[in-house]
Antibody, heavy 122, light 107 residues
């Protein structure tokens, strides 16, 4: 059974940092690109970042570029999101998601974690 | 970025109704269009990928159609468990972008 379990969220002050983790199981992790997608309270879905199966191809949404860093450790079946210089508008539920699409497309998401809340407030 | 626009934003329907949700892309995305269902407090669930392919385990009352810029998600015979919010998403190019969602409520 495919499982994605996020951790590392919490309440943080503006300007501070947080690191999210996503533990994957039930599939061959290094066969898949992975993404982070977020959802602000009561709002829709916003893609945040993606990383290829090798980790060599990384893309960010403009809203987080220069502040967030996505990475993966295929030996540990884990995906990460380092979030620096957090802002109030980064407050959201953050999901990790698996991408079954072929490389070179925008990607889509066939399995999602349960989500982890990041709240940025003074 | 490719903009995705769904309509309607919300709708009320009864059990057994046929429900149609539309999604329009700001440019052609051929058939790189996916549909998700999200229930309150839950992660989104993939229903349809590549415009019309049913994800494993998804009931056959869900169907998708369209190509280019205009797409449709149809629920044939709405069930109580189908009341949720539905999102379209384009996977034609980076960044992947979502529609704003359509909330299907009980009439």
């Amino acid at each position: 059974e495919v499982q994605l379990v996020e951790s590392g969220g919490g309440l943080v002050q503006p300007g501070r940092s947080l690191r999210l983790s996503c533990a994957a199981s039930g599939f061959t992790f290094d066969d898949y690109a992975m993404h982070w997608v977020r959802q602000a309270p009561g709002k829709g879905l916003e893609w945040v970042s993606s990383i290829s199966w090798t980790g060599n191809s990384i893309v960010y949404a403009d809203s987080v570029k220069g502040r967030f860093t996505i990475s993966r450790d295929n030996a540990k079946n884990s995906l990460y999101l380092q979030m620096n210089s957090l802002r109030v508008d980064d407050t959201a539920l953050y999901y990790c998601a698996r991408d079954p699409a072929v490389a070179g497309t925008g990607g889509y998401f066939d399995y999602w974690g349960q989500g982890i809340l990041v709240a940025v407030s003074s | 970025d490719i903009q995705m626009t769904q309509s309607p934003s919300s709708l009320s329907a009864s059990v057994g109704d046929r429900v149609t949700i539309t999604c329009r892309a700001s440019q052609s995305i051929t058939t790189y269009l996916n549909w998700y269902q999200q229930k309150p407090g839950k992660a989104p669930k993939l229903l349809i990928y590549a415009a019309s392919s049913l994800q494993d385990g998804v009931p056959s009352r869900f169907s998708g159609s369209g190509s280019g810029t205009d797409f449709t998600l149809t629920i044939s015979g709405l069930q109580p468990e189908d009341f949720a919010t539905y999102y379209c998403q384009q996977s034609y190019s980076l960044p992947p972008t979502f529609g704003q969602g359509t909330k299907v409520e009980i009439k």
